[in-house]
């Protein structure tokens, strides 16, 4: 009797402590294309999850020194120097390129969704910059 309550309490502590499944929405991805002479180019994939929406970006050919990740107006890379992407919108952070010009980053940002909605991050530009110079650019799709 005493081993068949110990073996219920044992999984019923484990049920308890487990971590449910983050339950996933909608999600969206942008195809960077180099812009204005650099040859930056890699994927963002944008991720709806409860209130937030993870962002993973994964770049090639960065150039060294301070680079982020951001969010422009329109998802408009048509320019060469990716100046149809608008007006700048958000920051989502900082990409940390190794010595070959990779960069794997993860984020999560709150206050808006992968939707068409106000606020919502379908149809905007995924910009990577360096200084005022826009190096990559692609639309949230």
Known sequence: MKSSRGVISCALLLTACATPPQATGPSANAIMRPASGSQVHGDVNLTETGNAVRVKAELAALPPGLITLRIYEKGDCSAADAASAGV???E?????PDEFGKAVAAYSITGTSVSKNSGG???KGMVVQQGKDRIACGSIE
């Open 88 to 90: 700048f919108e958000r």
């Open 92 to 96: 989502i952070g900082p990409l940390q």
């Open 121 to 123: 991050l379908l149809g």
